[in-house]
């Protein structure tokens, strides 16, 4: 009997807890549901792509910028002086090219064709000279070592002349489809260097990735940075999201694009509009940073508001009461 109670006797007191958690939160008439959070805090550390000395910073800490603002800059003269020689590395490879698809100047293959005709003439020089010997040997009246020397400028006179038929076929055909596909790859090669070369350069000015507060200068010009390295910390002001919290047994009351009010201890007759953003599936235990009467071990789920109308009163980190409303106008379009 006493195990059974000390079974219960949990069960009724959440039941219980739950009661008075609905009666505190709701508002009379059940048209809203009242909870607590926090402004959201977003920061972006930022920094460049690429290393390098770091030349100037532009902003100050307290500064608003806006999303594209040029917030910094690295020395770009090793990046000038880079493309620069990537840039003649392409226009050597793109005048290879020309040479590959055009083929042999007129003034080669007419070279050719006169080495050929050279040929032929001592290929024909070589014919009557070994007619000669070959008749002279028959009879006798030629050494055997005369007739053996005309025959071999006979034969090295034909493979001459078929060398330099050779080289003027290929003069005239041009060079091969291999020697241009290898040719145009290359200036492919060098147009993407030359490309990674202007990024590099681009990458040397820093800008504002959203609008908001710069909170921090991490480095200060002259230093050497890495790539990836923090040189300024910047605070998200847009959108503004606030972080809230809702009890188990309030979660079915709650859906994406409901409406909501958000307002503050400064000035607590002033309502934001916003709306429910994002519920997180997952449970979990009411965060310390929420201020709430309610006891801290409770399962609540985290959901987002995003505020429609933010203004300077809306600073990150700030504790904030939000009203999601249940009527049936309360319905916005969700984030």
């Given amino acids: 009997m006493k195990r059974r109670l000390m079974l219960i006797v949990p069960v009724l007191v959440a039941g219980a807890g739950a009661a008075w958690w609905f009666l505190a939160h709701e508002e009379p008439g059940g048209d809203a549901l009242v909870l607590y959070g926090n402004v959201d805090v977003r920061e972006a550390e930022l920094g460049f792509r690429v290393g390098g000395r770091l030349g100037e910073i532009v902003v100050e800490e307290g500064d608003h910028v806006t999303p594209g603002q040029v917030l910094a800059h690295l020395d770009p003269e090793p990046f000038e002086e880079t493309l620069a020689h990537r840039e003649a590395l392409l226009s050597e490879a793109k005048a290879n090219l020309m040479r590959l698809e055009a083929g042999f100047r007129p003034e080669e293959i007419r070279q050719a064709e006169a080495v050929v005709a050279e040929r032929e003439a001592l290929l024909e020089n070589a014919e009557v000279e070994f007619r000669r010997q070959e008749e002279l040997v028959k009879n006798d009246n030629t050494t055997r070592s005369a007739y053996d020397a005309a025959l071999a400028r006979l034969r090295s ?7 330099a038929q050779a080289a003027l076929d290929l003069a005239r055909a041009g060079f091969r489809k291999e020697d241009v596909a290898a040719g145009r790859a290359a200036v492919a090669a060098a147009a993407a260097e030359v490309e990674i070369a202007r990024t590099a350069l681009a990458d040397t000015e820093l800008h504002a990735p ?4 710069i909170l921090a200068r991490v480095r200060e010009p002259g230093t050497v940075l890495a790539p990836g390295e923090p040189v300024l910390t910047l605070s998200i002001d847009d959108p503004v999201w606030v972080r809230a919290f809702v009890p188990e047994p309030g979660l079915g009351l709650v859906h994406p694009g409901m409406a909501a009010e958000v307002r503050t201890d400064s000035h607590p007759g ?16 009411t965060p310390k940073t929420v201020e709430t009467p309610e006891l801290r071990t409770a399962l609540v789920y985290r959901l987002r508001v995003i505020v429609d109308n ?15 409303l249940n009527g049936p106008d309360a319905a916005v379009g969700g984030r």
């Fill in 157 to 163: 006179a034909k493979a001459e002349l078929k060398t």
């Fill in 310 to 324: 933010p203004d300077q009163g809306l600073r990150q980190g700030m504790p904030v009461t939000v009203r999601l």
């Fill in 210 to 213: 959203r609008s908001g507060i």
């Fill in 270 to 285: 002033k309502a934001y509009r916003g709306h429910v953003g994002f519920i997180s599936p997952s449970a979990e235990f």
